[in-house]
Each structure stands twice: as C-alpha cells, then as structure tokens.
C-alpha cells in the first residue's frame, strides 16, 4: 500500500501540472488594441502659400582695392630737407600739393649756368648775323655782278650761331625742370598708403619715396556663384558701343563696422571666367568714399573685406518660404485636410533667410511654420488658432473627392468623415478586425 501511493502522489501532481498547463496555452491573454485616436497629435503653425513679386538679392564678398594707384618716385636726386605733414601713412593731400622738397642748391647753380650759356649763344648770334651783313656789303662793293656763294655771306656760321643759342635754351630749360622736381607734387586727390622715406634721407633719380592712390572712388572684385548667374543683369560692354547695358546698385557691410554700410554700383563685367575658381567676376565702385557727407562713420579702408548685397532681377509669381520651414534643405511638411504631409521641393534661389522654390509647392497650399523634430508623414494635426479649421485642398483634389463621393451616393463631408474614422480605426471594418483578434 505504501509502495502504491508512493507512485500515485507523484503521478497526480504530473497531471495536475499537465491539466494547468494546457489551460494556460488554450487561453492566452488578450490586449484590448484600439485604433489611433482621432484627435489631433500636433497643434502646428500655417502660412498659406501666395504668388508675390519678389526682387532678388544676391550676397557675395570682396576686398576694397583702389581705382587708382601708383608708385610715387622723386625723378631727381637729393637730400630730403622738406616733408609735408600729410606725407605719412594715410595721409590725405589734394593734387598738385608739396608732399617732399629736395636740396636744390645744386639745380639752381645748374640753372645760372645754363642762363650764362643762353647768354653768351645770344651775343654768338648777334656777331655773326653783323659778319653776314657786313660781309653782302663788302660784296656789293667790290662791284660783283654775279651771286655770292653761302660762305661769302657767312650762311654756315649764322647757322650754327642760331643752332648754339637753341642748344642754351634747351639747356636752360632742362636746368630749370630739374630745380622744379626737387619739389614731388601730388598728381591727383589721394592718399597715402605706404610712406617710404623721410626727412634728412638721401635718394637717388627715380627712387620710389610713397604708394599712393586716388580716393575719387574705390573698387571691390565679386565673385558670383554661377547658380545666380541669371538672376542678375550684368552690365555689360560690347564692341560696337561702350554704353552699359544696365546699372545695377550694390550695398556693402563690414565686420569691423557693425552699424555702417556703404553704397556703389556695379560698373563692369569682367570679360573671363575666373580659371581658378571657375566662377564669374563684378566690379563694383563706391564714389567719393571719404565724403563724410555720403558715407557718415568710419571711412572705407584699402583691404577690408566687405559683404556685399547685389541688386538682381524681379520675379513675377514667386513662391518665397522662409528657411525654417526647410528641412535638410530639401523637402518642407503642409498640411493638408488636416493630415501632415511631407512634400520634396527644389530650390531655385537662397540666401541666409527667405528661398525660392522652383518646384515642389503650390499656391493656396499651407506650409507649416512650425519646427518640428520626427514626425511621421500622415500625422493628424491642428492649426493654431482655428481648432475647426482645415486646410484647402487643391482644386483637383476637391474635384476628386466630389467625383468620388458621388460615385458613393455620399456627401463629401461624410466621404471625409469615413476616411477619417477608416484611418483612427474607429469603423465597423476596424471593428471587426479587432474582433477576429
């Protein structure tokens, strides 16, 4: 008997075991899945999207250079014993004004010399025009009837008389635009870049004391991306006319100068493409940029980098979004029918705030504004401020849906409200699918 229970024990503990299990696997748990909700997920921000006239304007850079500039030399040679006060780096001086004066003693004892000579080939001159004259008198009277030859009237020697007194006034003049360039003038308005001697310093003919340059106007090199090359309209030369074709404006900003700007136009075209770096040059100028009266604030420096903002065409019938509405730069999110949706677009022109879009958007569509992280496309949404609001189709669009709805023996409110709950998984087809789980 002991032997038998032994065996029962265990054998029913087995089955019990069995039994349960079996329970168990016949009726698993089941979780009540519902549908998404149909209310909305997000509350988003909308611009309807409107055709506008939009000017463009095309941003670029440069460096300030001169229009003019050159080595200013002393063409003589001397001590420098007279320098200007304006003679120093950036210095302004006006044309024809004494920017360095040189030893002129020896140019004017030059000078004496060369007026003693004038002198003395004068009295040459008038001796031998006397000798000419009396020599055809003494002619006459010694009762020749035939023609006196030249050296009989003295002809060779009155010419060489004549050529003596040319040479001493050439001398002379010589001598006296030598004293003249002890004095280095200013050739035009400018400035000084680069003061290279001083006083009490000696220099050589030809030696260059100053860089100088005109400060009537400036010029600043842009580069032009060639995807804005036609959307500005270049000025442009041709050989048979050298009127410009068009003047367009050029606004310019700096770093150095947070609240400054100046103002200049594009002047030129440069008439090659740059082989480096394969991309299209402007030259704009800036006139009288050291008028404070034009420019007020810190004046325009020769080397400074400057933005510039380029003048371009006007577009009819643009679509302009803001950047921020633009993801990865390439696709943007509207809503439509109250669903988010993600749309690809391409870009015909950017700059640092506004695009225009080329293809991909519509007008009459609503472009989201607001910044989203990851969102599904197909996301239920609601508009700020109009929680009944819901965006306009397209006219195709509305079109199909009333083709559709009337196909349906529908309205197409009750079209979009079935499509609506179909979506959520709230419909009798939801419903029984959820059943057979």
């Known amino acids: 008997m002991s032997k038998v229970k032994k065996w029962l024990i265990p054998l029913a503990i087995l089955v019990i075991t069995l039994v349960i299990a079996k329970i168990i696997f016949d009726n698993p748990p089941q979780s009540k899945r519902g549908g998404p909700s149909g209310a909305s997920q997000l509350t988003v921000e909308v ?5 506008e006239q939009y000017t463009v304007v095309v941003d670029t850079f440069g460096t300030v ?16 014993n007279h320098v200007s006060p304006q003679f120093k780096n950036g210095g302004f001086f006006s044309k024809g004004d004494v920017l360095l004066t040189l030893d002129q003693r020896d140019y004017l004892a030059d000078v004496k010399i060369a007026e003693a000579g004038l002198l003395s080939a004068k009295q040459t001159l008038l001796e031998e025009q006397a000798n000419a004259k009396q020599a055809k008198i003494d002619w006459e009277r010694l009762g020749n009837r035939a023609e006196p030859s030249d050296l009989v009237l003295r002809k060779p020697q009155l010419a060489a008389a004549q050529a003596s007194l040319l040479s001493a006034e050439a001398t002379l003049t010589i001598a006296k635009l030598a004293l003249e360039r002890t004095q280095v003038t200013a050739p035009y308005d400018g400035r000084i870049l680069e003061q290279l001697v001083d006083f009490g310093q000696v220099v050589s003919a030809n030696t260059q004391v100053a860089e100088i340059y005109s400060t009537d106007s400036v ?3 842009l580069p032009i991306n060639n995807s804005d090359i036609d959307l500005v309209n270049f000025p442009e030369e041709y050989r048979s006319s050298n009127n410009l074709q068009s003047i367009i404006e050029a606004r310019f900003t700096s770093s150095l100068s947070k609240n400054q700007s100046w103002l200049g136009k ?8 740059d082989s480096n770096a394969q991309q299209l040059y402007i030259v704009a100028q800036i006139e009288d940029p050291y008028n404070p009266q034009l420019h007020p604030g810190p004046s325009i420096k020769i080397g400074q980098y400057v933005n510039a903002e380029v003048q371009g ?10 950047n921020s509405a633009i993801y990865q730069g390439s696709y943007v999110y509207i809503v439509e029918e109250g669903l988010l949706r993600r749309r690809d677009i391409s870009i015909r022109w950017q700059n640092s705030q506004r695009t225009i879009i080329e293809n991909g958007l519509n007008a009459g569509e609503y472009l989201v504004t607001t910044p989203l992280g990851q969102v599904s496309s197909g996301t239920r949404v609601s508009i700020a401020g109009e929680q009944q609001r819901q965006a306009k189709p397209s006219p195709d669009r509305e079109a199909k849906l009333q083709q559709m709805a009337k196909k349906m023996g529908l309205t197409v409110e009750e079209l979009r409200a079935k499509r609506a709950n179909k979506r959520a998984g709230t419909g009798p087809e939801a419903t029984s699918s959820q059943s057979s789980l």
């Open 219 to 221: 010029e600043i090199r």
């Open 266 to 273: 594009v002047i030129r075209t440069e008439g090659a493409i």
């Open 313 to 322: 065409k006007t577009l009819d019938d643009a679509i302009v979004i803001s």
């Open 65 to 80: 250079q001169p229009r003019t500039q050159n080595a200013l030399v002393a063409q003589v040679s001397g001590q420098i």
């Open 47 to 51: 611009t309807q999207l409107k055709p």
